[in-house]
């Protein structure tokens, strides 16, 4: 079944990018025949993948991760990024987000409703998390917003990514945003946006996972 979960998904405020030709994700999801996504979910429920779906550098069947994680951070190093190490690899960009986006996301996180992350007694794990997977949650401008600036940092298409999960552990005010965009079925890169309330530090990890 491809069908669009919203009604009049053409005329839908948000949807298309400014050239009209490709749609914004996470909003696409909810649109996905007007969106032409048709063939991506036929392919996705037979557990395979469109050849013209392969983006550079994940082609190959082996990944040269050195190679990603420097290009990445070379193109954002005059904004601050930097790798913090390479077992595991991960990289950071400071201040990813203004202080605005950071309230912005924050809203949005609080207004889906924050819930235990799951069982386990507080000693061990005590995370409240909520993750953006309503349909009024990946309508929210800002999140298409971060998915497309993610995307552009990343050189990975949006469709590739997990739906923004917000967590908050209950030690801290701060917010952690994490987004796992698959790579491979055992392989994710995943993202880390840290916000803290208080301090206002916006800042952007991205770890292989």
């Known amino acids: 079944m491809c069908d669009d979960e919203l009604p009049n998904c053409a005329a839908l405020p948000g949807l298309f990018t400014a050239e009209r030709d490709v749609c914004r994700w996470p909003m696409a999801e909810l649109c996905l025949r007007t969106c032409g996504e048709c063939q991506r979910v036929a ?11 392969c983006a550079n550098p994940f082609c190959d069947e082996r990944v040269d991760w050195s190679a990603f994680f420097e290009r990445v951070v070379s193109n954002q190093s005059a904004h601050g990024a930097r790798l913090l190490g390479s077992e595991p690899w991960v990289a950071e960009f400071p201040n990813f987000l203004t202080a605005a986006e950071a309230d912005e996301m924050v809203r949005i996180g609080l207004s889906e409703g924050l819930r235990d992350e799951d069982e386990h007694p507080n000693r061990i794990r005590n995370v409240s998390v909520t993750n953006c997977d309503s349909a009024r949650c990946m309508q929210e401008p800002f999140v298409n917003e971060l998915s497309r600036r993610l995307s552009e940092l990343l050189q990975l298409p949006s ?31 995943c993202v880390y946006v840290y916000i803290h309330t208080h301090l206002f530090t916006r800042d952007l990890r991205v770890n292989l996972g």
Do not use: G, K, W
Request: with cysteine; hydrophobic share 40%.
């Open 159 to 189: 469709n590739s990514f997990e739906c923004v999960s917000i967590r908050q552990p209950a030690y801290s005010p701060s917010l952690l945003l994490t987004r796992c965009i698959y790579i491979y079925i055992h392989t994710c890169v």
């Open 43 to 53: 392919a996705a429920a037979a557990c395979m993948s469109r050849i013209d779906d």
